[in-house]
């Protein structure tokens, strides 16, 4: 005869996956880490997007504080995020560099610039996410930090807005001013 207790055991496991997923859903995702913080930016160099002379590298975030900002015509929140950093270049912030991320044809970036304004120095054209598999871009938008020697200081994911850039990038910024 079985004991009582091997009724339970579905019970027991079924608490633990309970705790286990509670502990999963109080997370962030926009908080994750990345493992390319604090790494110098990878290597890499993406064609200019149509209307552009030139195109983005890695060669061209040397000796500046920089913002790198992934993006597509097709992503919302990157539409609800542009405004923002039109008004960066306005006040000539910080240079703000660009890749245009999967779009769906070679127009569809430039028309949406073109429409909305251009906040970026430069943009690359990244079809086939070589770019953003550099930054280890998992959606759009997604914002990198990078400081005077290149090295990768910070990703925000989602829409920069004004309350995350005083509140974390602007300081982010200021310090390495100072450094």
Same mark, same amino acid.
Request: charged share 25%; with cysteine; proline share 7%.
């Given at each position: %005869?079985?004991?009582?207790?091997?009724?339970?055991? *579905?019970?027991?496991?079924?608490?633990?996956?309970?705790?286990?997923?509670?502990?999963?859903? =109080?997370?962030?995702?926009?908080?994750? &880490?990345?493992?390319?913080?604090?790494?110098?930016?990878?290597?890499?160099?993406?064609? *200019? !997007?149509?209307?552009?002379?030139?195109?983005?590298?890695?060669?061209?975030?040397?000796?500046?504080?920089?913002?790198?900002?992934?993006?597509?015509?097709?992503?919302?929140?990157?539409?609800?995020? /542009?405004?923002?950093? %039109?008004?960066?270049?306005? @006040?000539? !912030?910080?240079?703000?560099?660009?890749?245009?991320? @999967?779009?769906?044809?070679?127009?569809? =970036?430039? @028309?949406?610039?073109? @429409?909305?304004?251009?906040?970026?120095?430069?943009?690359?054209?990244?079809?086939?996410?070589? =770019?953003?598999?550099?930054?280890?871009?998992?959606?759009? *938008?997604?914002?990198?930090?990078?400081?005077?020697? &290149?090295?990768?200081?910070?990703? /925000? %994911?989602?829409? !920069?807005?004004?309350?995350?850039?005083?509140?974390?990038?602007? *300081?982010?910024?200021?310090?390495?001013?100072?450094?």
């Amino acid at each position: %005869m079985r004991s009582r207790w091997t009724y339970f055991i *579905p019970l027991i496991l079924l608490g633990f996956l309970a705790v286990y997923f509670a502990a999963g859903l =109080g997370r962030n995702p926009k908080t994750l &880490g990345s493992v390319i913080i604090n790494q110098k930016v990878p290597e890499f160099s993406l064609a *200019p !997007i149509e209307g552009s002379a030139k195109g983005f590298s890695n060669l061209d975030l040397e000796n500046q504080i920089s913002l790198v900002n992934i993006f597509g015509s097709w992503c919302v929140s990157c539409r609800i995020e /542009h405004p923002f950093l %039109m008004d960066l270049k306005e @006040r000539n !912030i910080v240079p703000i560099y660009g890749i245009d991320w @999967r779009e769906p044809d070679r127009k569809s =970036g430039p @028309r949406w610039l073109k @429409r909305y304004g251009n906040p970026y120095t430069i943009i690359g054209d990244d079809p086939k996410s070589k =770019g953003a598999i550099s930054f280890g871009v998992t959606g759009a *938008p997604e914002t990198f930090i990078v400081d005077k020697k &290149g090295v990768i200081r910070f990703k /925000h %994911m989602g829409p !920069i807005t004004k309350l995350n850039w005083n509140d974390t990038l602007k *300081p982010i910024l200021e310090k390495l001013r100072k450094e």
